[in-house]
């Protein structure tokens, strides 16, 4: 398995408490991903980063923030939980093979949010 | 924006049955194309990929998938599924390409091999 942490694993908080959750990588990849996985949606993207201080938004990121001040971690944060973000989160990785443009994302545990 | 979709929502087999998820998208130009699968409660696990090449590509666990680009398909297959292949499978694209582009996912197939 890829060399992915995500803290906390599980966690219950209110609604319009802020709360952030941790992805953690020892590969050195260059890409990293924040996802969440809702049942009948699958996982849909909320924000990526292309390297240190370089991110972007996915198909989902209103209510979500994203750092990345060293390769190796990749911070997610919801500044006012609300109950709609009650889900799995999965974080990603990956990185581009020299001399080719195809690449393969790694996923991480998975962290339980519940926002009552 | 690409789109992927899978037909199957839940399918339910038996040991030794035969085993086919199908798997569309909408994009105009070149693809890459996985196959997912995540067992409960754990993370997801690549099961196999389809960059470029023979349009027949082979994964884990017995697992293959045909890539037809005419019909815009990916289909998983497996000739004889176990029990321990109770899963939930997921399809996604990325474009080709040097960016960071995420995996746009299908909604996933909730599959449940009885003995």
């Known amino acids: 398995d890829a060399g992915i942490t995500q803290s906390p694993r599980h966690k219950v908080t209110e609604t319009g408490t802020p709360v952030t959750l941790r992805c953690h990588q020892t590969?050195?990849?260059?890409?990293m991903y924040w996802y969440r996985q809702d049942p009948g949606h699958g996982l849909r993207l909320i924000h990526y980063?292309?390297?240190?201080?370089?991110?972007d938004k996915g198909e989902v990121s209103d209510g979500y923030s994203v750092s990345r001040s060293k390769t190796e971690d990749f911070l997610l944060t919801l500044e006012s939980a609300t109950s709609s973000q009650t889900s799995v989160y999965f974080c990603?990785?990956?990185?581009?093979?020299?001399?080719?443009?195809?690449?393969?994302?790694?996923f991480g545990p998975g962290t339980r949010l519940t926002v009552l | 924006a690409q789109s992927v979709s899978q037909h199957n929502h839940h399918v339910i087999l038996s040991e030794a049955a035969s085993l086919e998820l199908g798997c569309n998208y909408s994009y105009g130009g070149t693809v890459n194309l996985f196959w997912y699968v995540q067992y409960p409660g754990q993370h997801l696990q690549l099961l196999l990929k389809?960059?470029?090449?023979?349009?027949l590509v082979k994964g884990i666990k017995g697992f293959e998938a045909e890539f037809i680009k005419s019909k815009f398909s990916f289909n998983l297959r497996k000739p004889s599924v176990q029990w321990s292949d109770t899963a939930e499978y997921f399809c996604?694209?990325?474009?080709?390409?040097?960016?960071?582009?995420?995996?746009?996912f299908g909604k996933g197939t909730h599959l449940i091999i009885q003995p």
């Open positions: 996604a694209v990325n474009p080709p390409g040097g960016g960071a582009d995420g995996l746009t």
């Open positions: 980063s292309y390297g240190v201080k370089d991110t």
């Open positions: 389809y960059f470029s090449g023979d349009p």
């Open positions: 990603a990785i990956s990185e581009p093979k020299s001399g080719s443009t195809a690449r393969e994302q790694f």
């Open positions: 590969e050195n990849h260059r890409y």
